[in-house]
């Protein structure tokens, strides 16, 4: 299932998205100055960093990032977007944020919130396609948690590579931009310092296609002390990037199976892992002999298959209805009112 790898098909997926990102992110209020202070933020809170034991919550740590709206949805949230330069990593890039409504809500005004770290496909450079509003994961997961069928994500939305030109697997390759680390130090301590989260792994999670839900699969199995869950749709499940050759042992350890072997091995903590796939995509054997093998023990799955589904982020959103979005939700921890 080498669909992502190459670099022809990977400047041909940019042209595949190009529309979708013109169309999908227009506001007339675009690359305005916004922040994701709301009423809740006049509500007297412990120092920063340290929130309620019993609610697990850590509270901004700051410094504060300045954001402009890229995009603003028909409920009156806005993905914002801000550039983002890694302390560990090195790396800068743009990251997108969008906040859901209960965020905003003075009755959560003292709880943490569940994050979603959300990868694209293709090339994730310069833009993440999450971003855009034609996607309709934003506006689906506000629909969903007021439907109950959801947590109200927090949903990060980081570049995936640093370039077009080859996919990093999302991993420190020798020689290379640090993109493991961009991906699960740099993004997470933004979030940290911005915004209201939990102190414990509960209350993070990623989600992502193809490339991406390699990245997020990996992440997860690498990191289980940070990361609970992943929703994992037409992911590769073996790191195969180019830039690995004449790395082979920084390979392996990176490479999901051997990750998830090692958790077995050590006995937990338990992750929970939701695949996805369509019907009209090859990747369903392989899923399938992944989780035979490997979910076990502490590594929790279950697959959704998608009927007549393509290996496209249009059938993965609406497909995370029909179980992954629930099932990950229970797995996680949500806000709690305040006392």
């Known amino acids: 299932m080498n669909v992502r790898r190459t670099p022809v098909p990977l400047a041909a997926a940019a042209l595949v998205f190009v529309a979708a ?22 509500a007297p809170a412990p120092s920063a960093g340290h929130g309620s034991k019993a609610s697990g919550t850590r509270f901004p740590t700051g410094p504060r990032a300045s ?19 890694g302390k560990k990593s090195g790396f800068t890039g743009k990251v997108w944020v969008w906040a859901p409504k209960q ?38 997961i506000a629909k969903w948690s007021k439907e109950g069928k959801s947590l109200p994500f927090i949903v ?25 680390t961009w991906m699960t130090d ?23 296609s193809s490339s991406g839900g390699f990245v997020g699969l990996k992440s997860v199995l690498k990191h289980p002390e940070r990361f609970k869950a992943v929703i994992a749709s037409g992911p590769d499940t073996v790191p195969d990037s180019p830039l690995w050759r004449g790395h082979e042992p920084q390979r392996l350890a990176n490479d999901p199976g ?5 958790l077995i091995r050590r006995g937990g903590p338990e992750v929970d892992i939701a695949f996805q796939v369509g019907t009209a995509e090859s990747g369903q054997p392989n899923l399938r002999a992944f989780m ?8 929790k799955t279950r697959l959704n298959v998608i009927q007549g589904g393509s290996h496209s982020a249009r059938s993965y959103v609406p497909a995370m209805d029909d179980g992954p979005i629930q099932w990950i939700s229970k797995k996680m921890k949500g806000p709690v009112p305040n006392g």
């Open 258 to 262: 051997r990750l998830a072997e090692r």
């Open 67 to 85: 954001f402009t709206t890229e995009s603003t949805l028909d409920d009156g949230t806005k993905i914002g977007v801000t550039t983002l330069r």
């Open 186 to 208: 740099d993004v997470p301590d933004f979030v940290k310092a911005n915004f209201r989260t939990f102190t414990s792994r509960d209350g993070w999670g990623f989600m992502g």
């Open 103 to 140: 965020y905003f809500d003075p009755k959560y005004s003292r709880s943490g919130f569940p994050v979603l770290i959300a990868l694209p496909g293709g090339p994730g450079y310069p833009n993440n396609y999450w971003m855009g509003t034609d996607l309709k994961l934003e506006s689906s």
């Open 292 to 299: 035979k093998k490997y979910g076990k023990g502490p590594v």
């Open 21 to 42: 990102l013109l169309t999908g992110c227009s506001s007339d209020k675009e690359d305005e100055p916004m922040s994701f202070d709301g009423p809740s933020s006049a």
């Open 156 to 180: 990060v939305m980081p570049v995936l590579n640093p370039d077009d030109k080859f996919y990093y697997d999302g991993s420190d390759i020798p020689g290379q931009p640090k993109m493991g």
